[in-house]
């Protein structure tokens, strides 16, 4: 962006962005630019979710089945990573969850291994982090967010301690209560 706008550099731009998103705040806009799967995209609130889904052009929610979500998972933090290990880890075989996820192009082939018979190595694509509202990998919540985050759910639901532990953290629009103005999923 810096590049393209004869900026010194990408602080400049990234200072000029927090002035844009303040702007943006003061008016009450219904947009933000947003910082993901390191680039910026401009994305509508939460607030206005409910109205966007009612257009045609909107894309539907992506939703993935418990299989596809772990399989998902153990590719996002163990990768780059083979097919057997992600089945050792589940314990079934995952080669049409697999292939489900890379035609969603949540999953792609990075490289192969070394190991006998070099099978495929597997990894996110950049459509996981923007899915997923991460900038980069090292966003993934750790063993000790998770703890917490099991913890405070029992005091309150997933989707409230999520909003307020970690507002980058990707939930379904429709689990937070429109009067919230919360993370933003939605792009124009």
């Known amino acids: 962006m810096a590049q393209y706008a004869n900026l010194a550099d990408g602080s400049e731009a990234r200072t000029l962005i927090r ?13 933000r630019v947003e910082q993901v799967a390191g680039g910026f995209q401009l994305m509508t609130r939460r607030l206005f979710s409910s109205w966007l889904r009612r257009l045609g052009h ?29 089945e050792a880890i589940r314990g079934v075989n995952c080669g049409e969850v697999i292939r489900q996820l890379m035609e969603r192009d949540l999953v792609r082939i990075g490289s192969r291994s070394e190991e006998l018979g070099r099978p495929y190595l597997y990894n996110t694509t950049k459509r996981f982090l ?12 750790r063993a000790r967010e998770m703890r917490a985050w099991a913890a405070a759910s029992l005091e309150t639901s997933p989707q409230q301690h999520l909003a307020t532990a970690n507002p980058n953290l990707p939930l379904p629009v429709d689990s937070f209560s429109p009067a919230t103005d919360e993370p933003y999923t939605e792009s124009t």
């Not at 399989?71 to 083979?82: E, F, G, K, M, S």
């Not at 923007?130 to 919540?141: K, R, S, T, Y």
Request: charged share 20%; proline share 11%; net charge negative.
């Open 58 to 86: 909107v894309p539907p929610e992506l939703r993935l089945s418990a299989p596809a979500l772990e399989t998902l998972a153990v590719i996002a933090y163990r990768q780059p990573t083979p097919r057997a290990d992600i």
């Open 130 to 141: 923007q899915l997923f509202g991460l900038v980069n990998l090292d966003d993934l919540p």
């Open 19 to 31: 002035h844009l998103n303040e702007h943006y705040d003061r008016l009450g806009r219904a947009f």
